[in-house]
């Protein structure tokens, strides 16, 4: 067999690895959250830098990190780490508490959250302060990143050894920001329709669990690389406030909740028989995913070349 230059050996081993990892590991399923990435980096703007444009397959491969992360042998990064996976819209208080310490403060004092009664951060999720989290972080990267010098071999190996860390925290946010596009990864309906909520309908609740369904088999059966990309526009939008962006993101994806469990009423995802109708509206949603996150690092990026903001540090009580 012939020898591979070493970045497509690179490239081949992450496909392989991909390929081989459990699908119950993923949100959207592996090839989901693939064709994101890929539909978001093909509508980056020429403006952003080269190393982060050309990083493709790096991104692709890392946009799926933080579910490598959820395994047996890693319970304390799981509970830290797991809960930006999902978030339940319909139990948050709005507008969303400034940082994640206060919204877990005001769930205890509102009486939504007791851990004497078992409860756990889980049982809400806090994917918007996930994406608030590693944005600032990217910012800061990117911001590094350009005032770094190249004019010595030192400096130039460590200003690429940066670019790595960044491509690393852009692909992690890129996963909370994904999820967040898929409706019941935004709703308390996450396993199965809640049974603290009425069911006059009659959907499918946890003992017939539709998440697995239809993030994972429906998706891969069903949707190609194609479907996703024509749908993400090429101008990238300038967002605000990164959580009342992450808030309004969210709120719009929750909109989409009962859709998922009407058809899953009608016939089960996963069961190849699911409507036609049903594979635009899942298009649509990974599409608001590679779009939400093109603009969440183009922004970072913009953000970064603008002056830092005044740090205002508490003093200790």
């Known amino acids: 067999m012939p020898h591979l230059p070493r970045l497509s050996l690179i490239i081949s081993l992450a496909a392989v690895c991909s390929a081989l990892a459990p699908a119950s590991l993923h949100a959207w399923g ?30 692709a491969f890392l946009i799926s990190e933080p579910d490598r992360w959820r395994t047996a042998e890693q319970p304390a990064l799981n509970e830290t780490t797991g809960v930006n996976h999902t978030f339940k819209w319909e139990l948050a208080p709005k507008p969303l508490p400034a940082n994640r310490h206060l919204f877990i403060v005001e769930l ?8 004497s009664q078992g409860a756990t951060v889980r049982d809400f999720g806090t994917a918007p302060y996930g994406i608030q989290e590693w ?3 990217l910012t800061g990267a990117f911001r590094r990143w350009r005032a770094m010098k190249e004019t010595t071999p030192q400096e130039i190996a460590i200003k690429r050894m940066h670019e790595h860390s960044i491509l690393f925290m852009a692909g992690v946010l890129g996963h909370w920001v994904t999820d967040m596009s898929q409706p019941i990864h935004a709703s308390i309906h996450v396993h199965g329709w ?12 946890p003992d017939n669990d539709p998440h697995g369904r239809y993030e994972g088999k429906y998706v891969d059966r069903v949707i190609a690389p194609q479907d996703v990309a024509a749908l993400v526009d090429r101008k990238p939008r300038l967002i605000g406030d990164w959580l009342r962006e992450a808030e309004t ?18 016939v089960l995802f996963g069961s190849g028989k699911e409507p036609a109708e049903a ?29 830092v903001p005044t740090f205002e540090r508490r003093a200790a009580p």
Do not use: C
Not at 249 to 266: P, R
Not at 279 to 303: H, I, N, Q, S
């Open 249 to 266: 993101y969210i709120a719009a994806t929750n909109s989409h909740v009962e859709q998922v469990y009407i058809w899953d009423k009608q």
């Open 194 to 205: 809640h049974p603290s909520v009425p069911n006059p309908q009659g959907y499918t609740g």
């Open 30 to 59: 592996g090839k989901g959250h693939d064709m994101q990435a890929r539909a978001a980096m093909g509508v980056l703007p020429d403006d952003m830098p080269a190393f982060f444009r050309g990083a493709t397959e790096e991104i």
């Open 108 to 115: 205890v004092t509102k009486m939504k959250f007791d851990p």
């Open 135 to 137: 944005a600032e972080m």
């Open 279 to 307: 594979k635009p509206f899942t298009a649509a949603r990974l599409a608001d995913g590679a779009r939400m996150v093109r603009d969440v690092w183009y922004t970072a990026w913009m953000r970064s070349g603008t002056p």
